[in-house]
């Protein structure tokens, strides 16, 4: 039974994730059902996550969705990031980061939901390139710290530091997802924080999950992303203040 709830969850969260962000935060309660402890459910997690990225991003290359000749810029402070976050993942007090996100998100949710002409279509003027720098720099950290939820921060930064509308910042926030996945999941392993067989098994679901996920972003009214967004914000939100 556990295995099918991974597998669905991992469907699940992949087409969630890809039109959106937040699905870790139904696979991580479901890995800790199978019996994993936080961290390594933390890190197992990673394996969905990879999976469910490597079929949204084929299916985004092959549509031309991804704005690659930008890619380089923003991946490699990401980059840096995540493996800095992965590695201080057991150093912070797990409450205090659940509650300040929680309450991030709230004041975003804020932002998504009430400036639509940012979101849709996107800004007609780059911001500052060190501010993006930096700003991708510290969303690093925290995908290579919990991984969940950090597709808003990407889509957020995507759209106003970036000048991408909604759809075209799903696109570049799987790729930069997948690539700083490989980095966090390596080190996880490492620390033999990652177990194959549920990881695997989660995989499977995402794969599925992450292609319906890209199949949809091409289709699904930008408001509809939008409120997508904001409802898992809201969502997840409560879930870190409250739980």
Same mark, same amino acid.
């Given at each position: 039974?556990?295995?099918?709830?991974?597998?669905?969850?991992?469907?699940?969260?992949?087409?969630?994730? @890809?039109?959106?962000?937040?699905?870790? !935060?139904?696979?991580?309660?479901?890995?800790?059902?199978?019996?994993?402890?936080?961290?390594?459910?933390?890190?197992?997690?990673?394996?969905?996550?990879?999976?469910?990225?490597?079929?949204?991003?084929?299916? !985004?290359?092959?549509?031309?969705?991804?704005?690659?000749?930008?890619?380089? !810029?923003?991946?490699?402070?990401?980059?840096?990031?995540?493996?800095?976050?992965?590695?201080?993942? $057991?150093?912070?007090?797990?409450?205090?980061?659940?509650?300040?996100?929680?309450?991030?998100?709230?004041?975003?949710?804020?932002? @998504? $939901?009430?400036?639509?002409?940012?979101?849709?279509?996107?800004?007609?003027?780059?911001?500052?390139?060190?501010?993006?720098?930096?700003?991708?720099?510290?969303?690093?950290?925290?995908?290579?710290?919990?991984?969940?939820?950090?597709?808003?921060? $990407?889509?957020?930064?995507?759209?106003?530091?970036?000048?991408?509308?909604?759809?075209?910042?799903?696109?570049?926030?799987? &790729?930069?997802?997948?690539?700083?996945?490989?980095?966090?999941?390596?080190? &996880?392993?490492?620390?033999?924080?990652?177990? &194959?067989?549920?990881?695997?098994?989660?995989?499977?679901?995402? &794969?599925?999950?992450?292609?319906?996920?890209?199949?949809?972003?091409?289709?699904?009214?930008?408001?509809?992303?939008?409120?997508?967004?904001?409802?898992?914000?809201?969502?997840?939100?409560?879930?870190?203040?409250?739980?």
């Amino acid at each position: 039974m556990v295995e099918l709830l991974l597998f669905l969850g991992g469907l699940f969260s992949g087409v969630v994730n @890809v039109l959106a962000g937040g699905g870790s !935060f139904l696979t991580l309660p479901i890995l800790g059902l199978y019996g994993l402890s936080p961290t390594v459910a933390n890190g197992t997690n990673r394996i969905g996550i990879l999976l469910q990225n490597i079929s949204a991003t084929w299916r !985004f290359l092959a549509k031309k969705e991804l704005d690659l000749k930008n890619a380089l !810029f923003i991946t490699i402070p990401t980059i840096i990031g995540a493996i800095l976050g992965t590695s201080i993942v $057991l150093s912070l007090p797990e409450k205090l980061v659940k509650l300040s996100v929680g309450i991030i998100f709230l004041v975003m949710s804020y932002f @998504v $939901l009430f400036t639509p002409k940012v979101w849709e279509e996107g800004r007609r003027k780059k911001s500052n390139r060190t501010l993006s720098f930096v700003v991708f720099f510290l969303i690093g950290i925290y995908g290579g710290y919990i991984q969940a939820g950090v597709g808003f921060f $990407l889509i957020y930064a995507l759209t106003l530091l970036e000048g991408y509308d909604v759809r075209k910042a799903n696109a570049m926030k799987i &790729f930069l997802t997948l690539i700083f996945t490989v980095f966090s999941l390596t080190l &996880f392993s490492f620390k033999n924080k990652v177990e &194959f067989v549920p990881g695997l098994i989660l995989g499977a679901g995402s &794969f599925v999950g992450g292609y319906v996920g890209s199949y949809l972003n091409t289709r699904v009214n930008k408001k509809v992303i939008r409120y997508v967004v904001a409802g898992m914000m809201i969502f997840s939100a409560m879930n870190y203040i409250f739980s």
